[in-house]
C-alpha cells in the first residue's frame, strides 16, 4: 500500500506539471504571468511550507533519534555540497550552478514528509521534518548563493540571510524550539498556503518545460547526475548507517530522503535568477522519472 501511495504522489505531480506546461504553450500563462507565478512561490507560498514543517511537537523521550537523524542529515549535505564543488568542473557555468545546487538540494524539501509518512508511518514523518533542518538551511543559504552572485562576500551574504525563505528557517526554528503556536487565523493561513506549494511549484515547473525540446531531454550529463542524486548519494547514506549500526528506522528514513529527485526549486531559482532554466528543468523532471522507479525500490528494500 506504501508503494502505491509513493507511486500516487509522483504521478500527481506530473500531472501537476503537464498543466503548467499546457498552460503555457497555450498562453493562459504568459511570460510575464510565468516570472509573476515564480515570485508568488518564491516570496510567499515557499516560506509559509518551511514554517509549516517545523511545526511539530519536539518531545524529549524522542530526543536520541532526533540528534542522531540531525547528524546524519548534516553529515549528508557536506559530502553533497563537496561532490557538488568538484564533481562537475568540466561542466559550463551555468550548468555546473544548476547541477552543484540539485546535488544539495533534492525534492525532500517537498516529497520528503509525504512519502516518510507513507512509507515509516508517523514516527517516520516526525523524523524527516527534523532530517530536513540542515537541507533546508543549505537550500536557502549555500543553496541561492550558488545562483546569487554579489560583487563581494558582504553583499552576498546580506542578500542570503535576508530571502524570505531564510527567514522562515529561522522563524520555524524559533516555533519549534519554543513549541509556540501561532493564533488560529494565523496557523490557518500558514496551513493552507503551505498547503499550494507543491501545485505551485510543478506548475512553474510545467511553464518552464513549455519551451524545452523533448528529445534533448536525455543526456550523459543529466543520466550521470541522476544516477549520483538516485543510486550512489542514497546507497552511502545506507552503508554510513549500517557500519555505526543507527537505528532502523532512523536509518530508513535517512536513506530514502536522501534519494529523492532533484528539488522542483532548482527549476524556479534558475529561472528567477536568470541560470539555465531549461537544463535545470530538464534534470528535475528526468530525476523524477527516475524515480518512479528509484523511490519504490529503495522503499522495498528499507522495510
Known amino acids: 500500500m506504501a508503494i502505491q501511495d509513493l507511486a500516487d504522489l509522483q504521478l500527481t505531480m506530473f500531472l501537476m506539471i503537464?498543466?503548467?506546461?499546457?498552460?503555457?504553450?497555450?498562453?493562459?500563462?504568459?511570460e510575464e504571468g510565468k516570472v509573476s507565478l515564480t515570485d508568488l512561490v518564491i516570496y510567499v507560498v515557499l516560506p509559509c511550507n518551511i514554517i509549516r514543517s517545523f511545526m511539530i511537537t519536539f518531545s524529549a523521550s524522542i530526543l536520541i533519534n532526533f540528534g542522531t537523524i540531525f547528524v546524519i542529515s548534516v553529515l549528508v549535505q557536506i559530502m553533497c555540497f563537496l561532490l557538488g564543488k568538484t564533481?562537475?568542473?568540466?561542466c559550463g557555468a551555468e550548468k555546473r550552478k544548476v547541477l552543484q545546487y540539485a546535488t544539495v538540494c533534492s525534492n525532500a524539501g517537498f516529497l520528503g514528509n509525504p512519502v516518510a509518512e507513507s512509507v515509516f508511518g508517523t514516527m517516520g514523518l516526525t523524523l524527516a521534518s527534523i532530517f530536513l533542518i540542515p537541507q533546508r538551511t543549505v537550500m536557502w543559504s549555500a543553496g541561492v548563493a550558488t545562483f546569487t552572485e554579489s560583487p563581494d562576500r558582504r553583499t552576498l551574504i546580506k542578500k542570503v540571510l535576508t530571502h524570505p525563505c531564510i527567514i522562515a528557517v529561522f522563524i520555524g526554528l524559533s516555533l519549534m524550539f519554543t513549541q509556540f503556536q501561532l493564533p488560529g487565523v494565523l496557523d490557518t493561513f500558514v496551513k493552507n498556503l503551505s498547503n499550494c506549494c507543491t501545485a505551485l511549484s510543478m506548475i512553474v515547473i510545467g511553464t518552464i518545460l513549455a519551451d524545452v525540446d523533448?528529445?534533448?531531454l536525455l543526456n550523459k550529463t543529466i543520466v550521470y547526475f541522476t544516477f549520483l542524486r538516485l543510486v550512489l548519494l542514497p546507497l552511502a547514506v545506507w552503508i554510513g548507517c549500517a557500519m555505526f549500526r543507527a537505528d532502523p528506522l532512523v536509518a530508513g528514513v535517512a536513506v530514502i530522503l536522501t534519494a529523492m529527485p532533484a528539488g522542483t526549486t532548482t527549476g524556479i531559482l534558475a529561472s528567477k535568477y536568470n541560470g539555465d532554466a531549461e537544463f535545470a528543468a530538464k534534470c528535475v523532471v528526468f530525476s523524477t522519472i527516475a524515480s518512479l522507479v528509484?523511490?519504490?525500490?529503495w522503499s522495498l528494500i528499507l522495510t
Open 294 to 297: 528509484s523511490t519504490p525500490v
Open 214 to 216: 523533448f528529445k534533448a
Open 87 to 90: 564533481i562537475y568542473v568540466k
Open 18 to 30: 503537464l498543466i503548467g506546461l499546457v498552460l503555457k504553450r497555450l498562453n493562459i500563462i504568459t
